[in-house]
């Protein structure tokens, strides 16, 4: 069997819309009329199947020969009737029946196999992706008489660290397993191994890491999603990393892995596979319909930080912009994936004309955080003209997310932004006064951190808050010297000072946390690098730190004064 939607043929009988799903093409008026009779049978609820029930089957499956697959719920009732082909069914889309975080579909899975083959690696596949109670495929022998019967069922985990279990295959008139103590037994199993591990599969993520040609450093780019997922409230079951020529343009890390990520994801009872990058709108979609699992990127991990640290009108603002531009392409698309990314897993999604709504309200609303924007950015800039009007020099902290640079700020100033062991915790740009020991002032300013692949709509979002760093006649460059990926961060930043067009401000590299680096590790770092270095948290360390910086803003004052002159001394020429 195969997973694929498929468009259905209608009959109506006797009052009662009833459906033949799947390959009804060519079938003959009779044929589809004892198909439909199979919708009348009821099987009783301690029965997998019934031997008449398993005759009628293949007698019709033997007849047309195709298979045939019905799906019975625990009534005992036919809820599903499918003709498939000679080799295959394709299950419709059975979504309308839900199931629980430890429980199976409610629904069966019974096919014929005309050449009496075994379970495939594609029924196995629908095990673990549609959760059936059971699936048992029954044996075509001639004459169209039922034959053996393979069963298998999902286990919460056996031995072998599978998770489904196949019986021996028996002939159907030797088929006693009690079907209804089966299940509770399996649903008893999946309880207790969820409450054991007490993380709830809306919050339990597998990490998948594709990477492709020679990309750089994957375990430090997993370490630091793990860390993004951590911050944002996710646990971190697992993580796959799979190195590839080239990306799968449709599933990111080839269907055969994707298979494998979600008997992965069951074993672990995880609901959600969060991917290291950004997945393409049609990738998210494709990759939600086949593991029915909630799936996010990197990109949304940070929006979603970013959410929950902001706390002034601004930073609202800006965050929902860039999570609305982020979920805008991703709204155009009929499928479950959009109430995957926005709500809780297995919600369904919107229809299209609420879709369509959903669209315009998202633009409405991207063009009416963008005028705030604007203004707020309007406002930013008449505060920015009265400090230059005063004539007072500005010095940027800049730098990695968790570098210290809160903390710098405190320290150097005496005063108190929230400064602490978290990604993102500034969101909100804040400026002090710094006063130097040649008794003179500057402004001083911390902001948002910075993240390798900055995610490009948190870029434009932030453009407000990223727009007062041009207007810095210095940045200080704050690096968490304690981290040992401190020369890739180096190179993030760099990278986004030149994305943001700052590359012409000069940068004063700080070196921080040295409380937390061996002496001869910093004699090296000094050797590589031309840095001041100093421990945030302790002022003492300070001073060469403040000696630099005075120099350099005695520079500065000093070209301004003369660039002044200069205007001063050109309007009296003229
Ligand atoms: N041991 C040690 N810890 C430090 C030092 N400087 C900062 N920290 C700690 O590092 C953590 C992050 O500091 P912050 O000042 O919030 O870092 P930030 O760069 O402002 O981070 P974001 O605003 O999140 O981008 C806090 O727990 C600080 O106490 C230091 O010199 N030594
Ligand atoms: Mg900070």
Redesign the pocket.
């Known amino acids: 069997m195969i997973i694929i939607r498929d468009s259905s043929h209608r009959c109506k009988e006797k009052g009662k819309t009833t459906k033949l799903y799947g390959n009804t093409t060519g079938l003959k008026a009779n044929e589809e009329k004892r198909l439909l009779n199979l919708y009348r049978r009821r099987i009783a609820p301690d029965r997998v199947i019934t031997p008449e029930f398993a005759r009628a089957l293949t007698e019709l499956s033997a007849e047309i020969r195709r298979q045939l697959c019905v799906l019975i719920d625990r009534k005992g009732t036919v809820q599903y009737v499918i003709v498939g082909t000679n080799s295959m069914v394709v299950i419709p889309d059975i979504s309308r029946f839900r199931m629980g975080d430890a429980r199976l579909r409610g629904l069966r899975s019974i096919h014929t196999h005309l050449k009496g083959e075994p379970l495939s690696r594609d029924d196995l596949a629908d095990l673990a992706l549609l959760k059936p109670d059971l699936i048992a495929a029954l044996s075509v022998k001639e004459g169209g008489l039922p034959g053996d019967v393979f069963i298998a069922h999902l286990v919460a985990e056996n031995g072998a660290g599978e998770i489904w279990q196949e019986q021996e295959p028996v002939p159907i008139h030797r088929l006693d397993t009690d079907f209804s103590q089966l299940i509770s037994s399996i649903e008893d199993e999946f309880v207790k191994k969820f409450r054991a591990r007490r993380v709830k599969v809306e919050d339990g993520a597998i990490l998948v890491g594709a990477y492709f040609g020679r990309d750089a450093d994957p375990d430090d780019s997993l370490d630091e999603l793990k860390e993004l997922c951590a911050t944002s409230g996710l646990t971190v079951l697992d993580t796959v990393v799979q190195n590839r020529n080239k990306p799968d343009p449709k599933w990111v890390v080839g269907r055969g892995k994707l298979f494998d990520l979600v008997v992965r994801a069951q074993q672990l009872n995880a609901g959600i596979l969060v991917f290291d990058g950004e997945l393409e709108p049609d990738q998210v979609r494709t990759i939600t319909d086949f593991t029915e699992m909630r799936i996010i990127d990197r990109t949304q991990v940070i929006l979603d930080i970013f959410a929950r640290r902001a706390v002034s009108r601004q930073g609202k603002i800006q965050v929902e912009l860039a999570q609305l531009k982020y979920l805008l392409p991703r709204l155009i698309t009929k499928n479950t994936a959009m109430s995957r990314l926005t709500g809780g897993i297995g919600g369904r999604g919107p229809g299209e004309t609420k879709l369509e709504i959903n669209r315009r309200r998202a633009r409405d609303r991207i063009h009416r955080l963008e005028r705030e924007i604007k203004q707020i950015g309007r406002e930013r800039g008449q505060q920015r003209a009265q400090r230059m009007k005063k004539g007072l020099p500005i010095i940027s902290i800049i ?12 320290t150097l100033t005496n005063s108190n ?11 909100d740009p804040s400026s002090r006064r710094l006063r130097f020991p040649r008794d003179f002032e500057v402004i001083i300013t ?1 902001t ?3 993240i390798r692949n900055l995610p490009r709509d948190l870029v434009t979002a932030f453009s407000a808050t990223l727009d007062e760093l041009k207007n810095a006649d210095v940045l200080v460059h ?1 690096v ?1 010297a ?1 981290d040992p990926r401190y020369p890739a961060r180096i190179e993030a930043v760099e990278k986004i000072l030149h994305d943001l067009g700052l590359d012409e401000i000069p940068v004063l590299m700080v070196f ?5 680096v061996s002496g001869i590790a910093i004699a090296q770092m000094r050797e590589r690098n031309d840095a001041v270095f ?5 002022s003492s ?1 300070l001073m060469p730190l403040i000696d630099r910086l005075e120099d350099q803003m005695l520079l500065v004052m000093e070209r301004d004064r003369l660039s002044e002159s200069e205007e001063e001394a050109s309007e009296t020429l003229h």
């Open positions: 730098g990695y997310t968790n570098a210290g640079k809160s903390t710098l700020l405190n932004v929230d400064a602490r062991d978290m990604l993102f915790a500034t969101l911390d948002v951190g910075f704050v968490d304690s921080n946390k040295i409380d937390l100093v421990s945030a948290v302790n360390t």
